[in-house]
T-cell receptor
Framework: DTGVSQNPRHKITKRGQNVTFRCDPISEHNRLYWYRQTLGQGPEFLTYFQNEAQLEKSRLLSDRFSAERPKGSFSTLEIQRTEQGDSAMYLC???????????????FGPGTRLTVT | DQQVKQNSPSLSVQEGRISILNCDYTNSMFDYFLWYKKYPAEGPTFLISISSIKDKNEDGRFTVFLNKSAKHLSLHIVPSQPGDSAVYFCAASELGTALIFGKGTTLSVSS
């Protein structure tokens, strides 16, 4: 199966610890997006990459959060000094878009559920 | 300030009937609209989309209607099936960048 994959699926950590999540997009997709979803809300945009370039960051992405996509393939999202408010489902999505053509549809992975105790 | 709103948190429909899920938006720069379906503990699954230059798009049992003047779109599911029971999210995009989601509508289809 060549869908979007995310690891780990679940992460429990203590407040103040650092965590890192990984996302592997659909292989031919050049755009990769990170979202966060909390209970009762829709997914909220965090950041996105086109190839290895980070093109946009939401104001939700505080300086404790950093995302990378070093070779334009997989991406990592790191949260430093986690807080209880960081508990959420972290979703990754990918799409193929050239700026003049392509698909707007984003395909999501299964998510990583983070619990900060 | 929510740019995409789904004002009905839940909808109950009998099997075989039509389900109509509604969505309103405020940003006139949105040029693409999408519907996603989500089961618990899974990521959203893409269902159907529509460009702002169209007013209707069909895919099997799913039809999306767009009324730009009213800034309103709807998803019709005909006929509804028990397997359609899930949370449905409306999302909008400007130039293929971030998706802005509504809060979702929980659809329950009873047999």
């Amino acid at each position: 199966d060549t869908g979007v994959s995310q690891n780990p699926r679940h992460k429990i950590t203590k407040r103040g610890q650092n965590v890192t999540f990984r996302c592997d997009p659909i292989s031919e997709h050049n755009r990769l997006y990170w979202y966060r979803q909390t209970l009762g809300q829709g997914p909220e945009f965090l950041t996105y990459f086109q190839n290895e370039a980070q093109l946009e960051k939401s104001r939700l992405l505080s300086d404790r959060f950093s995302a990378e996509r070093p070779k334009g393939s997989f991406s990592t999202l790191e949260i430093q000094r986690t807080e209880q408010g960081d508990s959420a489902m972290y979703l990754c999505a990918s799409s193929f878009f050239t700026g003049t053509s392509g698909n707007y549809e984003q395909y999501f992975g299964p998510g990583t559920r983070l619990t900060v105790t | 300030d929510q740019q995409v709103k789904q004002n009905s948190p839940s909808l109950s429909v009998q099997e075989g009937r039509i389900s109509i899920l509604n969505c309103d938006y405020t940003n006139s720069m949105f040029d693409y609209f999408l519907w996603y379906k989500k089961y618990p503990a899974e990521g959203p699954t893409f269902l159907i989309s529509i460009s702002s230059i169209k007013d209707k798009n069909e895919d099997g049992r799913f039809t999306v209607f767009l009324n730009k003047s009213a800034k309103h779109l709807s998803l019709h599911i005909v006929p509804s099936q028990p397997g359609d029971s899930a949370v449905y999210f409306c999302a909008a995009s400007e130039l293929g960048t971030a998706l802005i989601f509504g809060k979702g509508t929980t659809l329950s289809v009873s047999s």
